[in-house]
């Protein structure tokens, strides 16, 4: 019950048309109702003599027709806008919660699943409802509706609809409920198909480059055949509500046409008419087609009661970080503080990612953060802008915690360019204002500069407004390393964060965009990660960060000094330089 007031929630200005449709309903099964019972009148009215009663009759007969075709229609218009409706409705608040997710929260869930949440659960639920508010209220209706017609006509006949009513009820389920648990199960195995799909669509390039397309066939063919097996177990439960339904339908009117013959010869027809009798006729296969609308009710309403459920949970979930009341939307300066911290990325996690960092970054200072693969070193710098909260200790920004902040104003104090870098379709003008909607034209030339972006932009077919494909697949690896660069750079932050996100460019241009930061932006502090260590040898302060703890600090002559393991790292990539040279 909770989940369906969640979900009806979302109807909001759907609610008058989700209320009209039963309305219409009832209005469409009184008027079918009334059919068979004018039908007894007309039948026993056939004298021979008159036809004046059949007129008559008839006339009444097709008003009733044509009313209860009026409420049907108005009431499938009123359920389809509804359900429609409140599908978007759903799509809508399943998307906009999901922007307010953390990492840790996307992790929890996965992207496929929540992919599945928004399409195949939300379709689920739209067809359900739509059905729900139409043939749920229509079926008991014209049950109870043709039990009390067929009542009033005659009391043994209506007995023999009436005991197997229940009878179809217990075994429809029996049914039901062997197949929930089987549905539960299918859509669980639907997350992971659509994972197969996204991660194969994502990384086609690499699926090709190294000739796996048959791997990945076999992998999603298996994926799809254990769905398969479990829709067809599904399916061939749910195929028995057909056969069993038709079994009891002409099995009752088997019954009630020869009993009913009887009551009509013995009682010369005193206590049932013909035109009696074939209004019981009418009204019990009124009565056990409707049964059959309702296993399919059941039907519907078991998968969507799963989807459902998997809807309610996503927009029910508190996002594991949110904005304080009252939180802090100035921030002073791009000073950063580490007291203390240490990091796990779930509370179940047996190791921390980080532990023990205790470090100082001055406002207008850069930091270099250097270490090999799996270090921690991206883990360090998501604290800095609260994509996730330290497990222990501080983390300051400007001289307050970050978990004091609103958490907007925070982000766009500190911008971060993360080592995926992501572009979206539209025009580099488009994808410019992401860091600032409002920029000008003016602005967007300067960053891009800055980034030394602009000068392979102007020869691009209409420059700034050249169109960037889905995920800058038409741009190389260094040009869309410079177009984040120069995007997170319009946000003007205190902080600006590059996640090993000069890679892709050669060691000129990289040396540029750090002189262009030194002269451009010299009060914003920079935090650079890099695996080349030309890239960090001119900060401030270089950490080297070993299995989530800091192992060195100091200046780049420091650390030479030192003889650790940043020495190593240098001489071993200047061999390699000479080595290439040689």
């Known amino acids: 019950m909770r989940t369906i007031g969640i979900l009806l929630g979302r109807l909001r200005e759907f609610k008058s048309p989700a209320l009209l449709t039963p309305l219409f309903i009832v209005g469409e099964v009184v008027f079918e109702c009334l059919i068979p019972l004018i039908m007894v009148s007309l039948v026993d009215a056939l004298d021979g003599t008159s036809l004046a009663p059949v007129a008559r009759l008839g006339t009444i007969l097709i008003g009733l027709a044509f009313a209860s075709l009026a409420c049907g229609v108005l009431a499938a218009r009123f359920s389809a806008t509804a359900s429609v409706g409140l599908a978007k409705n759903l799509r809508q608040d399943l998307f906009f919660r999901v922007q307010d997710f953390s990492f840790a929260d996307i992790d929890r869930f996965s992207t496929s699943s929540l992919v599945t949440r928004m399409t195949t659960d939300v379709t689920n639920v ?14 008991p209706l014209m049950i109870v509706f043709s039990i009390v017609m ?41 997350d992971a198909l659509n994972n197969s799909v996204q991660e194969n669509v ?11 397309e048959e791997h990945e066939t076999t992998k999603f063919r298996a994926a799809s055949q254990d769905v398969r097996k479990d ?29 009913g013959a009887g009551i009509i010869v013995n009682s010369a027809g005193t206590e049932l008419t013909k035109g009696g009798l074939t209004a019981l006729i009418t009204y019990g296969i009124q009565i056990l087609s409707h049964m059959l609308m309702l296993a399919f009710i059941f039907v519907m309403t078991t998968m969507a009661a799963e989807s459902a459920h998997r809807i309610a949970e996503v927009l029910t979930h508190e996002p594991s970080l949110s904005s304080p009341p009252g939180g802090a939307t100035e921030v002073a300066d791009g000073t950063v503080f580490f007291e203390g911290v240490s990091f796990k990325y779930s509370d179940k996690a047996e190791e921390n990612a980080l532990s023990d960092i205790d470090l100082r970054i001055e406002s207008g200072s850069t930091l270099g953060i250097v270490g090999g693969t799996g270090s921690a070193k991206t883990s360090l710098i998501q604290l800095i802008c609260r994509l996730y909260d330290v497990s222990e200790g501080v983390v300051s920004v400007g ?23 992501v572009l979206f379709s539209g025009t580099i003008k488009d994808n410019m204002r992401w860091g600032n909607p409002e920029a000008t034209d003016e602005q967007i030339v300067r960053a891009c500069e800055l ?17 960037i494909a889905r995920g800058g697949t038409n741009v190389s690896g260094g040009q869309k390393q410079r177009l984040c660069i120069a995007r997170a750079l319009l946000k003007n932050p205190k902080v600006l964060i590059l996640d090993d996100s000069t890679s892709a460019v050669d060691t000129r241009t990289d040396v540029l965009i750090r002189n262009a930061f030194e002269t451009e932006i010299p009060g914003t502090t920079t935090i650079i990660i890099a695996q080349r260590l030309t890239s960090v040898e001119h900060a401030d302060q270089i ?11 100091g200046t780049h002559a420091e650390l030479m000094a030192a003889g650790g393991e940043y020495r190593e790292i240098y001489d071993s990539q200047n061999a390699a ?6």
């Open 150 to 190: 067929a009542w009033r006509i005659n009391v043994s006949m209506a007995l023999i609809f009436l005991a197997m009513v229940p009878v179809l009820a217990i075994i429809l389920a029996l049914i039901v409920l062997v197949a929930f648990p089987i549905f539960r199960r299918i859509f669980k195995k639907y």
């Open 399 to 421: 001289g307050r915690d970050v978990r004091d902040y609103d958490l907007q104003s925070l982000r766009d104090a500190v911008s971060v360019v993360l080592q995926k870098n």
């Open 451 to 467: 980034a030394q972006a602009d000068e392979f932009i102007q020869q691009l077919p209409g420059g700034y407004d050249y169109v």
């Open 126 to 139: 739209q067809n359900a409802f739509g059905m729900l508010i139409r043939i749920a209220v229509r079926v």
């Open 231 to 259: 829709f067809t177990n599904a399916e061939k439960l749910i195929a028995l509500n057909g056969p069993v339904m038709m079994l009891f339908i002409f099995s009752a009117i088997m019954a009630v046409d020869y009993f």
């Open 577 to 582: 330089k000479e080595s290439e040279v040689a």
């Open 543 to 553: 950490i080297v960060l070993d299995d989530g703890r800091i192992k060195e600090r």
């Open 202 to 212: 994502a990384a086609i390039r690499v699926v090709k480059s190294f000739v796996t």
